[in-house]
């Protein structure tokens, strides 16, 4: 009988206890499927609301219940909110889901804990493992194992007006962070007059994109300590990036509150009212722009968060989720099919042509014929995630100490270095041991 404690999920931690033993009915359906006998019995797969378009798990399902006919599939769509305890529950009972998907940010969380998920390390190549991307790639992995195949991914990207650069003289996108500050300043001088124009929208706490700017200059949030992390931002290099993103603010005089994130209010509304030249999103933002100005689809352009080496572009943080199998699946060789199945090139295609970038795929085609989507798929390769660190969910669900970071340093209420020293103490407090 195994026992297992303690599983941090998001902001709570619940103490758990499973009745999977030794021997149960997932391992003898794995052995039996290495000797090449039929699959039998359900699989059941919780993928997440929006995570893939219905034509393609219609088609998978279909496909993978002919390939196998003593297998029938229990497709399940989860939704986000209060997934991790629904997660938490349905992997401490004797029957949980076959095939769950976790978000990326998340899956150290259930990959720290003995028994939870199950080792994938021997799989990778029967799930295509030589083309995963590799920011998903690193937050399914724990202590030197695999437990996440890579689903999908999404990153920012800078969005901005075609027709506002035009008509300010910007020839072409910057392509180094000193061009970005140059185009801010002729669009400033071009539209400046009108007291409501924003050559940038950058509210106070998008961390998402400080992440960019604390990569691009060589830093990190935290650093790997043993299996634990050690914050790392009161570093020169991740002072540096702070410093950028209040030249950002600065420069542009955005009118983005400080105290807040590019949710509150809804950066896409506020750039739909038409006075914003540039926003840093992702691609999707812009549908909900054009629901207040439909000619903003035609209108709008986007290029790569630029780096402080000319020509190249910053690290882009990945968000998005990874594929894993429960350890007291009763299904694990169906389960191990199933994800085998959906890492083919032939569904990836098809989540890449859904306008995500897809995780076991190195062919991004699918993105290509949208000018926004092919701008992230291009800056994905130069992804990067979040530390893999168990407790990390606290950091997001509770007083995020970067968000804390940035408001006290861009309102003045504190300098770069007591900024990034307390929050520095503060993540060392959620994730250092």
């Known amino acids: 009988m ?27 359906t794995a052995a039996s499927s290495s000797g090449n006998a039929p699959l039998s019995g359900n699989v ?23 390939a196998h006919p003593g297998v029938k599939v229990k ?24 095939v769950i998907e976790v978000g990326n940010t998340q899956t150290a969380a259930f990959a720290s804990q003995d028994g939870v998920l199950t080792d994938l390390s021997a799989d990778k190549d029967s799930f295509n493992g030589a083309q995963w991307l590799k920011g998903l790639a690193d937050s399914g992995s724990y202590d030197g194992k695999t437990f996440g195949v890579p689903f999908y991914a999404a990153n920012r990207e800078v969005i901005y007006r075609k027709d506002m650069f035009e008509q300010a003289g910007i020839a072409k996108p910057p392509a180094s962070n000193d061009e970005w500050i140059d185009a801010i300043g002729k669009l400033k001088a071009k539209f400046g007059s009108d007291p409501d124009f924003q050559a940038l929208y950058m509210p106070g706490q ?10 691009d200059n060589g830093g990190d949030i935290a650093k790997a300590d043993g299996k634990n992390y050690k914050a790392s931002l009161d570093t ?27 949710a509150k209010p809804q950066q896409a509304t506020v750039y739909g009212a038409g006075k914003v030249a540039m926003m840093i999103g992702l691609p999707w933002e812009l549908a909900t722009a054009a629901k207040t ?121 504190k300098t770069l270095d007591q900024a990034t020293a307390d929050a520095n103490a503060a993540l060392n407090k959620l994730i250092g041991g």
Do not use: H
């Open 2 to 28: 195994k026992r297992w404690l303690k599983l941090a999920a998001g902001a709570a931690a619940f103490t758990l206890a499973t009745a999977g033993c030794a021997g149960s009915s997932g391992s003898d």
């Open 44 to 66: 059941t797969v919780w993928l997440m609301t929006g995570s893939a378009p219905t034509t393609l798990t219609d088609a998978l399902n279909k496909e993978f219940e002919a």
């Open 75 to 98: 497709y399940e769509i989860q939704q986000w909110d209060g997934i991790q305890q629904k997660l938490t529950t349905a992997l401490a009972s004797g029957a949980p889901p076959d």
């Open 206 to 215: 998008n961390w998402y994109a400080l992440l960019s700017f604390i990569w």
């Open 236 to 262: 020169p290099e991740a002072k540096a990036g702070l410093d950028f993103y209040k030249k950002l603010v600065d420069t542009s005089g955005t009118k983005a509150p400080k105290d807040a994130d590019e």
């Open 293 to 413: 100005d439909a000619s903003l689809t035609g209108k709008t352009g986007a290029f790569a968060i630029p780096s402080k080496t000319a020509g190249q572009s910053a690290p882009v943080f990945l968000g998005g989720s990874n594929l894993a199998i429960p350890a007291n699946s009763k299904n694990v060789a169906a389960a191990k099919e199933y994800i085998k199945l959906l890492s083919s090139a032939k569904y990836q295609s098809q989540l890449a042509a859904a306008g995500v970038v897809p995780g076991t795929s190195t062919d991004l085609t699918g993105l290509d014929k949208d000018p926004l989507g092919s701008v992230m798929a291009k800056a994905s390769a130069n992804g990067k995630a979040v530390p893999a660190s168990p407790k990390w969910g606290d950091v997001e669900s509770g007083q995020n100490p970067v968000k804390d970071m940035l408001t006290a340093y861009l309102t003045g209420k």
